[in-house]
């Protein structure tokens, strides 16, 4: 599995996507993340268009559904030709077995599936009085990890900070995909828990996703190239 840095691509619409991509040169191509916002405004044509640009994309549209329709929604985002996408590990094991099924394509490739844990907006007060979830916040989030694992999927959306655990609980090929990423110094805005980038990489996070410290940087090119330099070293 190659390391990498994806920028999150949190703009509302596809104008504000391009002009902030397009500020790259171009045969720089960084792999992007893809969330609701922007594939709810613009719909699929804007991964298609952005693919097409030569980037690998992370759709972030994190799928919790019975099994049937998540597989069919799958097979339609596999058809998209992305690289990596996401589901609730809360959907369970027939969920996720379901989405893997939906996911390969013809000739056998697959985009990486990924799990959501638990939220990292979900208090433990949440989890225990509405969720009715008992266990602790870390026991419960690896349990879900240990799920995904053993229904196949290739990693975990997690804290750069749970990423060792989760290597050593779910095996070293089991991926880390870890948000709250800053630069020493920086603005951490509504991160609670963050890490550097050469601290998310001693960590063992495989994939490092950066939002607002790339794209609110006065040089986003410099700041993209600054977080490759330190997460791969
Ligand atoms: O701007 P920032 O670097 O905080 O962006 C992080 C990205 O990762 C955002 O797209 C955010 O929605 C996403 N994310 C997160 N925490 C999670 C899951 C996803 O920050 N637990």
Redesign the pocket.
Known sequence: MAKNVII?L?FPAKNETLAFLDQFPADEKPFI?I?MELFYAEGPQVVRDLKERGHKIFL?LKLHDIPNTVKRAMSVLSRLDVDMVNLHAAGTSGMMKAALEGLTRDDGTRPLLIA?TQ???TAPDALKEELLIHTPMPETVLAYAKNAASCGLDGV???PMEAALVKEKCGQGFCTVT????FAGGDV???KRVMTPEQAARNGCDYI????????APDPVSAYRQALREFLG
Do not use: E, H
Request: net charge neutral; with cysteine.
């Open positions: 999150a949190d993340k969330g972030d959501v939220l990292t907006s959306v997690c804290s948000p709250g990423v800053r805005g509504d991160q996703v950066m939002g607002r410290p790339i794209t609110q």
